[in-house]
């Protein structure tokens, strides 16, 4: 298995470096491969990113094609595109700190919150911490026009140990829909519905990845700190891809003509993507903000859940029922709005 894995990451390298590229997937027992983009090529660091913070925990590696993000006790790191884009599939191969990294919270994200304070957008992949012996677990959320007061959070396991090889992790952003990917493997989708309100990113955002201490939060709400003794913890980001349509940071307009950002938007799941798309979703989503009675009564408008499946599932606060073997009986969730999960 961990070798077919590890050939399976070599093809998508081989994939992700030549082009133009196609988004393929292969889970062992199918392979699937469709062409959605031309042309993408990763971009080294100077091309497409800037440092935001962490001055020497920022490192370049092979020309400037890998970054090295590291935490210490010192500070954290990131960094973020040199451009706004207004859509667009933005991808990178991340390998995750090893052992126990606990506390420590890795993301990959776009946003456009220092330019828009009260009404920002946000698209998230955070990969939250573990404790030894454990996977990590990685959330997705999205935010749109300042909607910080409704988290629409999912958490997964994996079905490989990110630490132990670069993974693909992408979103396609249109005006649209919203794809979140893993190895190409689409794991959730989010289509534009006018009851969501403006809650759909709409405004230009920026790519962001950063490492930093979230010990009040991140690994079991915040049960499990970071231990600097173990530290530096290292996050390795290679194959950046910035395919999208750059925004004039000055006056927004845009470098694409309308065709292009409307490209975006023809990108559809094949039936078999559809398919994995619901088998990661059905074996691997741990928790869902649509099954959150605690936080949410009633459900969002877009989640489309029956009373019933969501019982059998998943306990009121949102978190999937686990085998007894693996629970962690009666301890304390804290606040339901927090955004870890109490039961890892
Ligand atoms: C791989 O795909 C097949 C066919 O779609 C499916 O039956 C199987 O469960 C998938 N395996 C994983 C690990 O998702
Ligand atoms: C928006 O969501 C509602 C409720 O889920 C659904 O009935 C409606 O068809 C959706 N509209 C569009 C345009 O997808
Ligand atoms: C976004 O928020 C601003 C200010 O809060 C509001 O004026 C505007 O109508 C909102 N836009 C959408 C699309 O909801």
Known sequence: MASSLLHLSLLLCFLFSSSPLFLSFSNGSTAVTTTILENIQSLSFDEGYTQIFGDTNLMLQSDGKRVHLSLDQRTGSGFASQDLYLHGFFSASIKLPSDYAAGVVVA??????????????????EFLGNIRGREWRVQTNVYGNGSTAVGREERYDLWFDPTEAFHQYSILWSHDQIIFYIDNI??????????????????????YATIWDGSNWATSGGRYKVNYKLAPYIAEFANLVLHGCAINPIDHSSACNSLEDNHYNTITMSSEQRSAMQNFRKKHMTYSYCYDRKRYPVPLK??????????????????????????????????STYLADSTI
């Open 108 to 125: 990959f994200y776009m946003t456009n919150g220092d330019l828009y304070e009260k009404n920002h957008d946000e698209l998230d992949f």
């Open 186 to 207: 689409p794991i959730r989708g989010i289509v534009r519905n006018e009851s969501m309100g403006g809650a759909f990113p709409s405004k230009p955002m920026s790519l």
């Open 302 to 335: 877009e989640c489309l859940i029956t009373r019933r499946d969501s019982m059998k599932l998943y306990r009121s606060n949102g978190v999937k029922f686990t085998n007894q073997r693996h629970n962690v009986k009666h301890h304390h969730h804290r606040s």
